[in-house]
C-alpha cells in the first residue's frame, strides 16, 4: 500500500508538471480533437442521443472538424432527455447492469436529472479528486481533513485525505473541527453559502479560535461575490487578497455531468478581484454594463474531459452554456448539454490586452482555459437587476450581515420589496437597515426592506440546507 501512495504521488507531480508546460489554448485543441472522437463512437449507442441528432440528418463522414460539430442545430437538456425518456434509452448498451453509484441533481426545478458511475469509472474518480487536491491544496505535503458539508448524497472519494462526510449538521461540522484541527496541517471544508453564513454564526459557541487553524473553503451549489467572499474571510481569519493565509474558491458541479465542472484557482480568484475593481475591466472582460449586473464567477475547466461552448452569444460574449462530455466510458452519453447557465469563454490575448489598455500589471494566467458563469436569466427582475447582486450587497455592510442568516425573497410581481430573515434570536426592532447598494447606485431602498424573524420569515420554511433555496419568485 505504501508503495502504491508513493507512486500515485509521483504520477500527480508528473501530470501537474506536464499541465504546467501547456497552454489554454493548447489543451483546448486537444479537447477539441478528443470530442470529434468521442461523437463518432457515442453518437448512435443511446437511442436518446440517436433521435436527438435525427433532424441533424448527420452522415457517416460529415463531422470532421470543431466547427462541423458547432455547427449542429441539436442541443441536449434535461427537459429533451431525462425528462422525455426511460433511463434505459439514455445510457449505453449493459450500463444498468454494471452501476456503482447514482447522484442525483438538486430537483430545484422539481425534475430530476441523474449522474451515474459504473465500477470502473468509481475506481478511477479517488486519483482524479486527489490531483485536484494536489493541485490546489498540496495534500501531498500536508496532512488533511476534508469536512464535507454538501447536502446528502454528494460525496469526495479521496485515497489521500481523511473524510469527514458530515452533510448539513452544523454541530458535527464544528465538533470535528474542534476536535480534529489540532491533529491535521490544514483543514478543507466544503459547503454552499448560506450553510458557510450559518457555519460560521454558530462557531462561537463552539469556541472555535480560527486563528490557530490553517483551512480552506471550496463552496459550491451557489455564485457568490466578492462581498461576501470578503465577509467570510474576515470572520474565519482569511485574507482574500494573501492567498497564503488560506483560500476561499468556488467549485461549480452539475449532477448529470460532473461534481467539479469548473473551478476556482489561486489565479482565477486575483483576477477576478483585480477586475472587480476596474470598471472598465469589468465592462470590457465581465459584460458588467450596469450595476445590475451581476459579477460572474471566473472559472478554469478542464478542457480533456469537457467541451464547453457559448450558443447564440450576445454583445457581450454571453449565451447559454453547452457542455460536451469526452469520457467515451461515460454511462450517458450527453453532447451540447444545456446547463441553464448564461456563460462567456474568455482566452488570454483578450486577458492582457485589456489589463495593458488599463495600464494595469499583466495578471498571472492559469494554465486552464477560462470560462464566466453568471448565473441564469431567469434570476433578474424586469428592471434587469440579478439576484446575484442583491445577495452580494447583503454582506457589503458587515454589521448587518452578521444579523441575516443571509436567505432573501424578491417577487417578480412586487420587485421593489425585499424580504430578508435574520438570524435566531434577533427581532426586527433590534435592526435597522440601510440602503443597498452596488457601487455607488442603490438598488434597494431601505424603506423598501422588510425584515423577519427566523421563525416569521414566510419564505423559510424550506431552509433545511438540503435543498437549493429559491431568492426569486
Known amino acids: 500500500m505504501k508503495i502504491e501512495k508513493t507512486i500515485k504521488k509521483l504520477q500527480r507531480k508528473l501530470q501537474l508538471s506536464m499541465l504546467g508546460k501547456s497552454s489554454p489554448e493548447g489543451l483546448r485543441n486537444m479537447g477539441e480533437k478528443k470530442l470529434l472522437r468521442t461523437f463518432q463512437k457515442q453518437r448512435f449507442l443511446s437511442p436518446a442521443l440517436k433521435n436527438a441528432l435525427e433532424p441533424c440528418r448527420i452522415g457517416p463522414k460529415d463531422i470532421k472538424t470543431i466547427e462541423h460539430f458547432t455547427a449542429l442545430e441539436f442541443t441536449m437538456s434535461k427537459e429533451n432527455t431525462f425528462n422525455k425518456y426511460p433511463l434505459k434509452d439514455l445510457c449505453r448498451p449493459g450500463i444498468l447492469d454494471n452501476l456503482q453509484g447514482v447522484l442525483t441533481s438538486s430537483g430545484h426545478s422539481g425534475n430530476f436529472a441523474f449522474g451515474l458511475t459504473t465500477w470502473k469509472q468509481a475506481k478511477a474518480t479517488p486519483d482524479l479528486l486527489d490531483l485536484a487536491l494536489q493541485s490546489a491544496f498540496q495534500i501531498d ?103 497564503t493565509s488560506g483560500i476561499i474558491g468556488s467549485s461549480m458541479g452539475v449532477g448529470e455531468l460532473g461534481l467539479n465542472l469548473c473551478f476556482e484557482t489561486l489565479e482565477t480568484i486575483t483576477l477576478r478581484r483585480a477586475i472587480n475593481k476596474s470598471p472598465p475591466l469589468k465592462k470590457k472582460l465581465f459584460g458588467c454594463l450596469s450595476e445590475y449586473d451581476p459579477l460572474p464567477m471566473l472559472f478554469t475547466y478542464n478542457p480533456l474531459s469537457t467541451y464547453m461552448e457559448v450558443k447564440h452569444s450576445d454583445d457581450n460574449g454571453y ?19 444545456q446547463t441553464g447557465d448564461e456563460a462567456k469563454l474568455l482566452n488570454s ?62 417577487d417578480k410581481d412586487a420587485p421593489d420589496k425585499l424580504h430578508i430573515q435574520l438570524r435566531r434570536g434577533i427581532k426586527p426592532d433590534e435592526v435597522q437597515p440601510n440602503n443597498l447598494f452596488c457601487g455607488d447606485k442603490i438598488i434597494m431602498k431601505a424603506k423598501n426592506i422588510r425584515l423577519w424573524t427566523y421563525e416569521d420569515f414566510p419564505y423559510g420554511k424550506s431552509i433545511d440546507y438540503e435543498r437549493k433555496f429559491t431568492y426569486l419568485a
Request: proline share 6%; hydrophobic share 40%.
Open 319 to 337: 449565451g447559454p452554456l453547452l457542455v460536451s462530455l469526452l469520457d467515451k466510458s461515460c454511462p450517458i452519453p450527453l453532447f451540447r448539454y
Open 349 to 410: 490575448d483578450e486577458i492582457l490586452t485589456a489589463f495593458q489598455d488599463a495600464e494595469l500589471p499583466a495578471p498571472i494566467l492559469p494554465k486552464l482555459p477560462l470560462i464566466c458563469i453568471r448565473g441564469r436569466q431567469k434570476d433578474r427582475l424586469s428592471s434587469g437587476l440579478h439576484m446575484g447582486v442583491v445577495k452580494d450587497a447583503l454582506f457589503h455592510d458587515h454589521h448587518f450581515a452578521d444579523q441575516i442568516t443571509g436567505a432573501f425573497r424578491m
Open 141 to 243: 505535503q500536508k496532512k488533511t481533513l476534508l469536512v464535507n458539508c454538501l447536502p446528502m448524497g454528494v460525496r469526495f472519494p479521496s485515497n489521500c485525505v481523511t473524510l469527514a462526510e458530515v452533510s448539513v449538521r452544523e454541530d458535527m461540522a464544528l465538533a470535528l473541527i474542534q476536535k480534529f484541527s489540532s491533529h491535521f496541517d490544514q483543514i478543507i471544508i466544503v459547503c454552499d453559502p448560506l450553510f458557510l453564513k450559518l457555519l460560521m454564526d454558530e462557531s462561537g459557541k463552539w469556541q472555535i479560535d480560527w486563528c490557530k487553524i490553517h483551512k480552506h473553503l471550496i463552496i459550491g451549489e451557489e455564485t457568490f461575490g466578492e462581498n461576501y467572499r470578503n465577509y467570510i474571510g474576515k470572520k474565519i481569519n482569511i485574507d482574500p487578497d494573501d492567498l
